[in-house]
């Protein structure tokens, strides 16, 4: 698809609200009804400053005097005069005598009005920013934060746009205007590309004209804006711009085309929710069987079926207040019975009908089950939903032996969980080695060790027959009768493929698709465990049961289907919890393999030539899948500072205590009354707090490490900033992590504690 010409189709999204045109950089401008704009922005916009004389700088924001600027008007007359104000009823020329001495009074030194691109004294006085020349901003935007901090006096002169647009049609969940990003669009006759979002400084605090200081502004837009409010424009083609004129955005029919999601599972939640987050505003639709809203399936095995507690979360991928501010149609229990590719619309069971532009099977896999062994008398298990989970959950109360089929990962971890309970466990695997399509075998008995360690009992190369009883559960080998009280089948996945045969495509073992997730009809898309991906490596295809790959391929295949560039392909990475020990495994795993080299004994890594194995190492994983990626760079501690926007005012300073010998690039772990366990962090001589656990799921930060001003979790890789907590390289919906403002005083270490 890439490459290809896709048809356009233009749509009216808003209309043009306000026009500001600022002549002098950081003081006050002058709303327009009609304004003409080229290559610099808007004609006359930011075209003065008021510079320094000594050092033909322009004005310091960083100094105090500056503060006052944003106080100071400017206009241009229609014969282009530049006037300006201290009081809105005076104006004057830029370099009437008057005005220069009110300059110098406010800036405690010599400074005048002087035209961009001027020479003096043989220097050019030129821009201190050189970003996109035109901002615009939402009316939506500015509700939004209005209704967030409605005590504040929100006017749109405080943020400075070129440009506020009405954008009544907007995509829901996110700031209106980023859908204009990366898409050219029309105002009158001016065409505009939206670049990026604005980052915003103290500046949108400070008392402006009619407009009182409030920092609470600052603070709010770090909390739910990433920093971010506007965005910046360039310009395509010069033109005309004035009040009213509609917003028109020049759009690929696939951004407006229904789409429907087969699988209500975390590929096909996460490609719903990225189609949204890059910008297309049809219709989307998630048809699930199951009556959950979509949730991660690797807890299930790792932590949700200890008996301890009974609870065990799930860990979300969009709920149903996800689903309604994305604007998501989310069917549960709605059974998917037919494709009718021709027409293209999907039925149910209960007869609905679902029309398509394109189509996503993400439609998982069954585990596979042993012949003629359960009987019915809820003995034998497996886990692939959580009512699996759920009931295997309760079965494990009361009981004292199991028996586990399969030396994969997930029959490892249900080993693990059970003997974590004491519960007896006997594993059987037909293969001699655990893990035998994945680990080469230094790692394999590695692994096999540490379960013995803990009282598995291994029965390798071993086909049993197994009989189900009332009370009992029989293994027959090698002339032997084991008894347990439970059977838990772990050998596997087959695909749920049979919709996608039926419907005529292309299939084996698994959906066949490239590695964008298009099949052999360019309209449908197969995401997940259901899909086997075609590469230049593997022409075959091979399907990928992680979670990783749900959460890459989901992304993969929301760019494909708006035509948007692709990344190149990911690094593979895997994770697997046994006991006290996290496999990680990144690349692409060759039982075959022979180490290149090999660190440590309790917690060893080993690098291969295309894969690395570390156990409890994920500093080691982390930066060798970044190598594998091109992506390695020097480790960097740098980081901002917190923004100085008064944090004291909402938190109560609390005692930390001595924390002794704390070296740069470490994190250690604290208890806080009132707050509970967090993370402290020292990058360079600068401390930061953050909370203990990751957001996104159960791993602890404090085992996390640094790297550019982060800290990065542990299991997912995921990296929170530790000035503002959002997250990023983390799965889609990730929320921010609460931080802390950390100070050292005497060898003592406090902490800011908001208060509710």
């Known amino acids: ?117 001027a020479s003096v004294s043989g220097k050019v006085l030129a821009h201190r920013y050189k970003l996109s020349p035109i901002h615009l901003l939402s009316r939506q935007s500015l509700t939004k934060l209005q209704s967030l901090i409605p005590e504040s006096l929100l006017d749109e002169r405080r943020f400075r746009p070129n440009i506020v647009v009405d954008l009544p049609a907007h995509q829901v969940g996110r700031p209106p205007e980023y859908q204009l990003i990366g898409q050219d669009f029309q105002l009158g006759d001016l065409r505009l590309r939206g670049v990026k979002p604005c980052g915003r400084c103290s500046f949108t605090t400070l008392n402006q004209f009619g407009i009182p200081e409030d920092r609470s502004v600052l603070r709010t837009l770090i909390s739910h804006f990433d920093k971010d409010f506007g ?42 929710m990225m189609l949204r987050e890059y910008g297309h505003t049809g219709s989307i ?7 959950h809203t979509p949730y991660e399936r690797p807890p299930l095995s790792k932590s949700f079926i200890r008996p301890a507690p009974k609870t065990s979360p799930l860990t979300q991928v969009m709920s149903f207040a996800d689903a309604e501010r994305l604007e998501i149609f989310l069917g549960l229990n709605e059974r998917v019975v037919h494709i009718n590719r021709q027409d293209k619309v999907v039925e149910t069971a209960h007869g609905a009908s679902y029309p398509y532009g394109h189509l996503v099977i993400a439609t998982g896999g069954s585990a596979r089950q042993i ?26 109360e009361g009981t004292q032996k199991v028996f586990v089929v399969g030396g994969g990962w997930l029959g490892l971890e249900i080993a693990s969980a059970a003997r974590k309970i004491s519960i007896d466990v006997e594993l059987f695997a037909r293969q001699a080695n655990l893990c035998s399509r994945v680990l080469p075998e230094v790692v394999a008995e590695f692994i096999a060790h540490e379960h013995t360690r803990h009282g598995v009992k291994f029965h390798m190369g071993c086909e049993p027959v197994f009989y189900e ?112 020990l996290t496999i990680q495994v990144a690349g692409s795993p ?84 009132g707050v509970g366990e967090i993370v402290l962090a020292r990058v360079g001589d600068s401390y930061f707090g953050i909370q203990e656990q990751c957001p996104h799921a159960n791993a602890s930060l404090a085992e996390g490490f640094l790297e550019n001003g982060r800290i990065i979790c542990p299991l997912h890789f995921a990296e929170f900033d530790l000035v503002t907590g959002f997250a990023s390289s983390a799965p889609k919906g990730c929320p921010k992590a609460v931080t802390y403002r950390v100070e050292t005083e005497d060898d003592l270490f406090y902490i800011w504690v908001p208060q509710d």
């Open 590 to 673: 060759d039982p075959r393999a022979l180490p290149v080299s090999h660190d440590g004994t309790t917690v060893p890594f080993w690098q291969f030539e295309t894969f690395a194995v570390g156990i409890n190492r994920p500093m080691d994983v982390h930066r060798f899948a970044a190598k594998l990626a091109g992506t390695e760079s020097e480790q960097s501690l740098e980081v901002d500072s917190h923004p100085g926007d008064a944090v004291a005012q909402e938190a109560v300073r609390q005692l930390i205590g001595p924390i002794g010998e704390f070296s740069p690039g470490e994190v250690k772990q604290v208890s806080i009354a």
């Open 285 to 291: 639709t998630i048809l699930g069987e199951e009556g």
């Open 469 to 580: 009883y009332p009370d009992r559960v029989e293994a027959h080998f090698d002339g032997c009768i084991e008894i347990a009280d439970l059977l838990i089948v772990a050998i596997g996945m087959t695909a749920n493929d049979h919709l996608a045969k039926h419907a005529g495509l292309d299939c084996e073992d698994g959906v066949l698709t490239d590695e964008d997730g298009a099949t052999s009809d360019p309209d449908v898309f197969a995401v997940g465990d259901v899909s086997r991906q075609r590469s230049t490596q593997c022409l075959r295809g091979a399907r990928i049961e992680s979670w990783q790959n749900a959460i890459e391929q989901a992304g993969r295949a929301a760019k494909a289907i708006l035509g948007l560039e692709r990344p190149p392909p990911y690094v593979q990475r895997f994770w697997s919890d046994q006991y006290d």
């Open 1 to 117: 698809m890439e490459g290809d010409v896709l048809p356009m189709t233009a749509t009216h999204i808003g209309t043009v609200d306000a026009i500001w045109r600022y002549p002098v950089s950081s003081v006050g401008g002058q709303r327009v009804v009609r304004a003409q704009a080229g290559q610099t922005g808007l004609i006359g916009d930011r075209s003065y400053a008021i510079f320094d004389n000594e050092t033909l700088e322009p004005a310091n924001p960083a100094k105090k005097e500056w503060y006052g600027v944003p106080r100071l008007l400017a206009r241009l007359r229609e014969d282009g005069r530049l006037e300006m104000s201290v009081d809105n009823i005076e104006w004057l020329g830029y370099d009437d005598p008057i005005l220069r001495a009110n300059l110098c009074r406010l800036y405690e030194r010599q400074v005048c009005v002087r035209p961009y691109g």
């Open 231 to 272: 965005i910046y424009c360039e310009v395509i083609e010069d033109g005309w711009i004035e009040e009213g004129d509609p917003v028109i955005v020049n759009q690929p029919a696939s951004y407006q085309s229904p789409v429907v999601v087969i699988g209500g599972g975390q590929a096909g939640a996460t490609v719903a």
């Open 371 to 396: 012949p003629m062994v359960s009987r019915g008398h809820g003995r034998t298990h497996s886990i692939r939903t959580v009512r699996d989970a759920e009931h295997l959950q309760r079965a494990f």
